[in-house]
């Protein structure tokens, strides 16, 4: 099989909610092994295009191309297939189960009665646990009791645990305390470490900006800027951001840099 550049590809993506265009001929790249900042305002289109990618919304126009496979719409089954997993930005998880209950949900191992392998889903989820640094809290431990720093990191490793190539992550610092989100971002860079690639949300660039490769800016249902980290600082970012907010427009002195051409 040839090696894919992009992991994931969207062309002239389209979405309308009855009126309401929340997609307006979207075209966003994600490489193999990156890490892509996706920001935006309020109701940029940003959890719609994630969700498309993920198979919760079918596009209104467009294609999604996913390791070379081209298809005008996916299922949540179908994505997760092809190893695209969303991390939500309403919590999915569990609350009564225990953390490798959680891990394992709807994919158990199971023996060839049909017994659920128990120990060795402990075991796996031991194992993964520690590799992405929740090594203190044992796999028995029910989720509800965790706070909602570790609750992401079991997330992600529910997706490390199923081999996810796309890891997206909506809005994961979110209502997060400052330790919390420095575990976040230590979770993201354990999926770029393993040659995953992530889709990372946030309202906050100072989260965004340090684990991300390239931050692409959505405005009103299409893409205004697409710089690569190496151009910008993160008060770059923001300055950008803030004359997006007020004038649509990505400010004329960065115009060079921005990888959209307007
Ligand atoms: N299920 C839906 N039905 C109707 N309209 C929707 C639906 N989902 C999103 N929208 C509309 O589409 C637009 C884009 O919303 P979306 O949630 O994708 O924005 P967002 O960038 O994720 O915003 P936020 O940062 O607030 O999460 C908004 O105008 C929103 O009201
Ligand atoms: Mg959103």
Redesign the pocket.
Known sequence: MPEEKYIVETVNLV?R??D????KGVNFKVRVNEIVGLV????????????ILAGV?APTEGEIIIKGQRFKRLTPRKAYELGIVLVH?ERTLSENHTIWRNIFMGRELTGPLGFLKISEMRERAQKLLKEIGLKAIPPDFPVKYLSGGYKQGVQITRALCFEADLVIL??PTIQLSLAEVQRVLEYVRELKKRGKSSIF?S?NIYHVYPVADKFVI?DR?RIVGEFLKKDLTPDDLSHIMISIARTGRVPPEYREINLISS
Do not use: C, P, R, W
Not at 40 to 51: E, F, P, R
């Open positions: 979405k909610f009855g309401v265009v929340a997609l935006g305002d309020n109701g940029a289109g940003k959890s719609t295009l994630v969700k919304y930005q909506d809005e949300i309202h959505l249902g």
